[in-house]
Nanobody, 116 residues
Framework: QVQLQESGPGLLTPSQTLSLTCTVS??????????WTWIRQPPGKGLEWMGA???????YYNPAYKSRASISRDTSTNQFALQLRAVIPEDGALYHC????????WGQGTQVTVSS
């Protein structure tokens, strides 16, 4: 069974860099042509697709975040990561990692708050 687990700091101050890691088990992030994805849900709002990294290492970004976001991977630990630079309070959200194409699997999400 494929499982994803997000980890990272829950509280940041404005202008810091958010760094989240998604640990994947039950599948390899470097095989099978999947897209390993970051999605967030701000309070009271819908889901926002932030970007993805493919099994081959190609990255795709939501244009709204492309200037601040970076997605990377570590195939030796089967993890992929999101960095979001210069966070603002509006970046506070529930952040999920997911594998969306093929059978979909989601992590349970990690809450991030940005506050001074």
């Amino acid at each position: 069974q494929v499982q994803l687990q997000e980890s990272g700091p829950g509280l940041l101050t404005p202008s810091q860099t958010l760094s989240l890691t998604c640990t994947v088990s039950g599948d390899s992030i470097s095989t099978n042509h999947y897209y390993w994805t970051w999605i967030r849900q701000p309070p009271g709002k819908g889901l926002e697709w932030m970007g993805a990294i493919t099994s081959g290492g190609t990255t795709y970004y939501n244009p709204a975040y492309k200037s601040r976001a970076s997605i990377s991977r570590d195939t030796s630990t089967n993890q992929f990561a999101l960095q979001l630079r210069a966070v603002i309070p509006e970046d506070g959200a529930l952040y999920h990692c997911a594998r969306l194409n093929g059978p979909a699997y989601w992590g349970q999400g990690t809450q991030v708050t940005v506050s001074s």
